[in-house]
C-alpha cells in the first residue's frame, strides 16, 4: 500500500514563506514517477501549482514561477514545496500528487491535503 503524507502547512502573514513537505510510504519496490502540488481554495476547482520528474524537471504555473519551488529528495522518496512571498490569494489546501509504479502499474496518488492560509 501507498500513503502520502504531507506536512508543514499553517498561517503566515503576507510576504512570509512556508515549506511543505510530502513522503511517500510503501514498498520498496516502488517507483515515483512524477511528483507534483495542486491546491484548492474554497468555492474553487483543484488547480496545479508545480511539478517536478524523477530526473528533476520542473514546471510551474505562471501564478507561482519566481516565488515558489518545488523539489525532490529521491532517496527519502520525498517532495517539497518552498513558497516565498505568499500572497492572500495564495490560500487554499495544497496536495501532494504522485504517479508511482508498483508491480508495473502506474497509479495517481494524492496526500491528504494541508492547509496554507495567508492572512495579516
Known amino acids: 500500500q501507498v500513503q502520502l503524507v504531507e506536512s508543514g502547512g499553517g498561517l503566515v502573514q503576507p510576504g512570509g514563506s512556508l515549506r511543505l513537505s510530502c513522503v511517500v510510504h510503501?514498498?520498496?519496490?516502488?517507483?515515483?514517477?512524477?511528483m507534483g502540488w495542486y491546491r484548492q481554495a474554497p468555492g474553487k476547482q483543484r488547480e496545479l501549482v508545480a511539478t517536478i520528474t524523477a530526473s528533476n524537471s520542473t514546471y510551474y504555473q505562471d501564478y507561482v514561477k519566481g516565488r515558489f519551488t518545488v523539489s525532490r529528495d529521491n532517496a527519502k522518496n520525498a517532495a517539497y514545496l518552498q513558497m516565498n512571498s505568499l500572497k492572500p490569494e495564495d490560500t487554499a489546501v495544497y496536495y501532494c500528487?504522485?504517479?508511482?509504479?508498483?508491480?508495473?502499474?502506474?497509479?495517481?496518488?494524492w496526500g491528504q491535503g494541508t492547509q496554507v492560509t495567508v492572512s495579516s
Open positions: 500528487h504522485a504517479n508511482i509504479t508498483l508491480a508495473l502499474r502506474t497509479l495517481a496518488y
Open positions: 510503501g514498498s520498496i519496490f516502488i517507483e515515483i514517477v512524477h
